[in-house]
């Protein structure tokens, strides 16, 4: 049975740091690639970054490019997401997803699972 576990949000002040974690079962990374998604209260859902499971490479949204750092542990079937400066529109629901394809070139798309998400609180 596949699950994905979401870790690391919490409350920190505006130009702080968390770092997310994303842990995986049943399945391994080497076949999906893994998407971070964010969900604000009373917005849509907006993918936030993406990497590949083929070559490693990612993909940021512009609201998180130059901020945020996503990466791999294929060893511990992990991904995180490195937030740093952040701010307090960055407050939302934080999701990882595994995507049915290997690479994120159609990302936000092709999701096939998701964990329960974790809160990130960002106050001003």
């Known amino acids: 049975e596949v699950h994905l576990v979401e870790s690391g949000g919490g409350l920190v002040q505006a130009g702080g740091s968390l770092r997310l974690s994303c842990a995986a079962s049943g399945f391994t990374f080497d076949d999906y690639a893994i998407g971070w998604f964010r969900q604000a209260p009373g917005k849509e859902r907006e993918g936030v970054s993406c990497i590949s499971s083929s070559d490693g490479s990612t993909y940021y949204a512009d609201s998180a490019k130059g901020r945020f750092t996503m990466f791999g542990d294929n060893a511990e079937n992990t991904v995180y997401l490195q937030m740093n400066s952040l701010k307090p529109e960055d407050t939302a629901v934080y999701y990882c997803?595994?995507?049915?394809?290997?690479?994120?070139?159609?990302?936000?798309?092709?999701?096939?699972?998701w964990g329960k998400g974790t809160l990130v609180t960002v106050s001003s």
């Open positions: 997803a595994a995507l049915s394809i290997t690479g994120c070139r159609y990302f936000p798309y092709g999701t096939d699972y």
